[in-house]
């Protein structure tokens, strides 16, 4: 998996916060996500896009058509479909036309013995029972041979309809309101939200209140979130307006709907809608007559809504259980057989109204295009799904010759076929997706909205964060990068053990996280759940209600071990570093007089409330250059690698003494704390560049560690001059291994050169025993400055303040 996280300048991230008062990693999310303009994300953000009935083209004339017919007291039938949204527009129609005295009615095709859309049969059976006008909902723009007969019947007919017409561009020769092809400015309504704009300006032209339809909004944003249209523009707007209407719904259908599905109205967001409500209305159709949907939604009592609220939960749960054994067969004729460009699979008692789903399953499974096929009569019936990077209309297109009928979208379509076509149209569709099948759009990557740590993955986060809802098609929930963690208490959930809870610890923080569809952490043998080790994630953070309790809780999206990019080493070459060190004066630079005191923390923003590791990815996810810097780049680099990457490394000393090193560099990390008064003065030179504090207790005690190790002069040169005693003249730069940084090795050789007991030869770079007499190591000039110096460092780090050493 990789994780791939789209550039967040730091300073449009930073005008966000400031002009709309959101926190930093909602602003980086809205950056992420196109809106880097105040402006723009404020608007967003108020989810205000809602053009009047004006803007809607071909609305008035629909309207008007309607109105004749309720006026001249025509039967009305309203033609929806058998799905979520087609149940809730014809629900939505009706209720309008009921409420200007229409006699109105609907007509639901079944799946199996209709099939989708207007057919013959239905046109005639219409205009042979006296119906005066029939409007169609969710389907029609491509009936344009049915649109023909209606007219020569006598059969008036107003089509509305949001999915895309035939290909050859011909249109039915009757009134339509649809809202592609320009004629409204947001395109991807859904069909119960074309005939809820359809109601109110039906409303508006009998005299009405046009705002009366908005009285089914509930409904009509269970159909935007079910029907998956992209929730964005106005289906924002509706979505928004309707989750509210839900949880405080005066629908007695709405109300049992929930209650069957035991969904607190608290506990409504998109999320409840797609996977609670949304299944059970959808299953009446899967599996028998859709009429049940549009019956509970038009329901004024509330025992009637609560018997047919159970109707619905009864069929979802045989929708489940028929769902369960079709992928389990479907499954088995896959991997038979082997891979392929897409697959086409059949089964003789597949039923037409859950192979959908079961294509979804395949597709996540398989990562290809899938078409899954039921007898229906002397038909194949059934549906497709693609992946990204497969236009799967075009490909059904291409191979129309082969098949009976067929209509949809880019990621899914239905179909029907003669079965002796089958062999040819699975031929012909593998043919094409071979060629057109874009290969790198498949390949395994997770879209990143901003990079986390335990410590701000709390309920603040989740509360902020939900404003940039409703999430669904065209909004996902943001998903949270945590780049290092560690999975403590991993044990199955569930009664099948199909799924995984666990707690991420990342730095010293704990929280709940939950992995659906996982019985183990990537990387975990057979039979164990988790082999320890660091793993990067990614999570959605959800507020998580149990018993009337809200916690934060993660919901695992993505898990793989740490793959970070290289880190590009600044600190130098060990003997060009040590020798530099030789012949400098003093050995290392000295802060200016003054320079580098007083609250020299102030001079770093602090971002060490998220971790080190998820403060550098953070940063480095800003697509701007990032320099990490710590005190002993030797002994960080390692470590560091294992977790994060894609940024330069470099230690204080290092800058100290070569600031230039850093030309370029937008953001410096201060990993470990500065612990000399000359690396705080150094960002005195450094110009445009943004200091970051990412430390806390444990690189305060790695770096007050790094001084003891560095002021132990003994220690460090007698295993040097026993090393060239045993070894002989020897290349500065071997000295250094394994683990010796350049400066510091240039401290130790200048003190034994001091003393007599080493000498280094700078033009060949060797260094080999002295042959005068030894002075004591603590007698030499460096030695005793480097002392002083220690002392000087430990207390200016911890907080109290010796006298300085004085600057030359």
Known sequence: ??????????????????????GRICAEVLVRRGFSEPAAAAHFLAADEHPPLSAFRGLEDAAQVLLRHARQGSRIVVHGDYDCDGVCATATLVRALRQ????????LPHRVEDGYGLNERTVRRLAADGTGLVVTVDCGITSVDEAALATELGLELVVTDHHRPRADGVLPAVPIVHPGDGRYPYPQLCGAAVAWRLAGALLQAAGHDPADADVDLDIVALATVADVVPLTGENRWIVRQGLRAIADSRRPGLRALLDVSHTPPADIDATAVAFRLAPR?????????????VELFLAADEDEARRLADRLDRANLDRREVERRILDEAVAQATAQGPQPAYVLAGEDWHPGVVGI??????????????LLGRNGDELTGSARSVPGFDLLAGLDAC???LLRHGGHRAAAGLALDPDRLPAFTAALRAYADVHLDEAALEPAEQVDAVVGGAQLGMALADELSALGPFGEGNPEPVLLVPSGRAEGVRPLGAAGAHIAFTLASGSSRIAAVAFGRDRIPGASEGAAYAGGPIAGTYVLERHSFRGNVTPRLRVRELAPPAPDAIDRLDGAAADAALAVLEAEGGLPLAPAGGGRGAWAARFTDRSESGAAAAVAALVGTGEPVTVVVADAVRRAGPLGLVVGGFALTDWWSVARTPRSLDGTVHLVALDPPSDA????????????QAWRAWGDPELRFTVDAIGREHDLRSGATALYRRVRRDGPTPVGALAEPDLPGWWLGILLRVLEESGALVVDRAERLVALGDGPVRPLEDGPTARAWAARGRERHAWLTGTRPDPVPAR
Do not use: C, K
């Open 100 to 107: 200007i005295g229409a006699q109105a009615d609907w007509f």
């Open 281 to 293: 209305v959808n299953a009446a159709g899967r599996i028998g007559r859709a009429d049940v949907g």
């Open 678 to 689: 000359a690396h705080v003065a150094v960002l005195d030179v450094l110009a445009g560049v």
């Open 400 to 402: 129309a010759e082969h």
């Open 1 to 22: 998996m990789r994780f791939e996280i789209p550039p967040a300048p730091a300073a449009q991230v930073a005008a966000l916060q400031q002009a709309l008062g959101v």
């Open 358 to 371: 079961v294509a979804s399953r395949i597709v996540e499974r398989f990562g290809r295009p899938a078409v």
